[in-house]
């Protein structure tokens, strides 16, 4: 489906033709008195008035036109000249508004009835047509499937809902344990991990347990990332989630990101070691009672994540076979030879560095709904674009935590009762998962009326990857190229992460190593990376109105690179550089053959520079569908459903949104809505003329705007926001004299009800 449909031809509209009537009279021959005088002539009639020209319907769409029962579809519509606006099939009246989302049953046809002021009116007509939900790869409830990975024959079961929508909201991956339950975990009551399946029934995901192989002592589990674990079963595990998940998202035609994993105790492990060596699969983990290995395998266990990945964990203080504060894992023979894990709290420190959370402070609840149990269940929430959750279970064992299958023994230790681990995970991984429902149409009608309120030339709203609503106004139009001001930057921090997956440039590699010879011989530029120019922490004077990229090398240093955010001219740094590694093509030609072109885009670029080169940090003019082309590969690559052409790396893709030490809410060119501590917004303000407290920091703080949005903005009001939990991209442009646009206003109409 084209972004970008073109618009339907008019109707015709309705004829009226108007008639008129006229009369005389006659007298005889015969003598006769003289004659009366003449009656005056009657006045002549009044002409009636012009009807009202008949209503045009431009167009009237269903999106998308064929849905699976259950399902819903938008139907869209561009009227002029109408007084009111009626549609059949149940919906109504939609007088002043421009779509409306429905569900149907079955196949219908909608017909839009638009009626002028002198009652004349003209209609269009648009099919839903709906399928019965269809079955797909497995059969409704519990089943047992194999697949074969190398030369081993792997089992897993699959749970469907029944009467499942395809396709589903999520795959989730439940892992069991180790010591002997295995695949029976799936079993209704048998273990509170089988409480994923009703979960699913009423949510409406499918639910898949792997199946691990027999370690030394016969028992099915996991091997995980534990070098020093003696009783693993040596099994090519990471392999088998490869392959599973692989042939489960093709089957089910999802993203990455609409898969999760979950497992308790050994299970937990195995999820913790999946998530180190291929953070790129999934969208998100859940565990309970599991600890990462004191002494991890070499290779890919060891090192970090590819990306950051939202985690939930839940451990008890009193879990004795995975130690809370760390050791041997179920030293049931005191010879430790299942290995060595740290401890729980060590455990969820280590993905709050991951995450970029160290040091924020969390929301905290306490829930204590059963007395006898040992201790409540605390959740400490650390928010973020990829969030951590962590549950800490006072007085609790190792069995995970359930309020409907009892678990717990003497070996065990007491089970906590005061939560679902099914249902917490869920709530976390939904979290996760695009809006299912357009955004309100009052509220989108509400921010394009405020949007040209404040001089808006342009607005585009897509959910989904559909347009919900287009507009240009005060000179905007589709053809117009915009400048797009400092929001020109979101283009050029992305080429720093295409260039470094290119080989050209290391984001940790010094400028001066073999790109600007002129900083080798100074102490400290020569010490100013490619990450420091592309996050603006280069530590150099801001530098405005010069000649060329060259005029920036002189630049003063103000502070040790990397320690200090200034928004300066640090992307022509970058420029030049990249420039000299190319090795003859110019940086324009670079981005055309690596980003534009591969998008589908058009941008030109406007230079104040008198070498000729381009304004890297505010030079790019674009049409609002060739920004919204680069801002659903944004969002695309962000959630995982991403299917164009490969442009760069996920995990340097991430790096353009990582933030940094100097500005957490700022990445390369890219704003965040992250935390700032206050000490730190202080310096950053005290270096930017109150940037950050005048207009990002508003933004920050508004619980009504996603945690996971992300921004490209200019002077002016040139914006392009991407929130990839509700499936959005939105931009609008403003003229250059006119800076009354206040992000807030903008989102918080968009994401509401419409109020002001």
Known sequence: MSYFPGRAGAVLGLLVLLSGCGGGGGGGAAPAPAPAPAPAPAPAPAPAPAPAPAPVIASFTATPSSVVAGQSTTLSWSVTGAASLSISGGVGSVTGQTSRAVSPTATTTYVLTATNASGGSVTASATVTVTAPATGPYPAGLSTATIQVGAVMREFRVHVPAGLALPPKALVLVLHGGGGEGLDVSLAGNHPLSVFR??????????????????????????????????????????FLDALISRLRSEY??????????????????????????????????????????????GACSAPPARRVPVLMTHGTADVPMPYSGGCVANLGGACNRGRVIGAEATRDYWLQTNGLSG?????????????????????????????????????????????????????????????????????????????????????????????????????????????????????????????????????????????????????????????????????????TYRHVLTMTSGLEELNDLPGWLSYLPAPVLHPAGTVFRYSGDPNIFGLALERRLGGESVVDYFDRRLFRPLGMTVEWASNFSDGRPNLSGGAYATARDWARFGEFMRRTLDGSWSGPALVSRALFDQVLA?????????????????????????????????????????????????DLVWAAGAFGQRLYVIPSRSLTVLRNGPANNNSFSDVEFLSRLLGSGAP
């Open 253 to 298: 035609g999802l993203p990455a990101s609409r898969v999760f994993l979950s497992g308790g105790s050994n299970g937990a492990q195995m999820v913790f070691a999946y998530a180190v060596t291929r953070a790129e699969n999934f969208g998100a983990i859940a565990v309970g009672s599991g600890n990462l290995p004191l002494n991890p395998k070499p």
């Open 198 to 239: 009703s979960v699913a029934d009423r949510e409406g995901f499918v639910v898949v347990y792997p199946g691990g192989l027999p370690a030394t002592d016969g028992n099915p589990g996991w091997d995980d990332c534990r070098s020093d674990n003696l009783t693993a079963s040596g099994a090519d595990d990471i392999g």
């Open 360 to 528: 924020s402070a969390p929301s905290t609840t306490v829930v204590n709904v059963d007395n006898a149990d040992g201790g409540s269940a605390n959740r400490f929430a650390y928010a973020g674009s990829e969030p951590v959750e962590w549950w800490r279970l006072d007085g609790a064992g190792h069995p995970a935590p359930s309020r409907t299958v009892a678990a717990g023994n003497a070996v065990s230790g007491p089970q906590n009762r005061d939560v679902e681990f099914a249902e917490i995970a869920w709530t976390f991984f939904s979290s996760r998962l695009p809006a299912a429902t357009p955004l309100a149409a009052a509220a989108v009608q509400s921010a394009q009326d405020y949007n040209a309120s404040v001089g808006g030339q342009t607005f585009l709203v897509m959910q989904g990857g559909v347009v919900l609503a287009e507009s240009y106004s005060n000179g905007g139009s589709t053809e117009r190229r915009q400048l797009l001001a400092s929001a020109t930057k979101g283009f050029t921090g992305m080429l720093g992460a295409i260039a470094a997956t290119d080989g050209l440039i290391g984001l940790d590699e010094p400028l001066a190593e073999r790109a600007l010879s002129e900083w080798r011989s100074d102490a400290q530029k020569s010490r100013i």
């Open 659 to 707: 933030g940094n030490v100097a500005h957490p809410a700022y990445g390369f060119y890219w704003w965040l809505k992250r935390p700032v501590p206050s000490d730190r917004a202080a310096v950053i303000d005290a270096n930017n003329s109150n940037q950050y407290t005048r207009q990002i920091k508003p933004v920050v703080d508004d619980p009504r705007i996603p945690s």
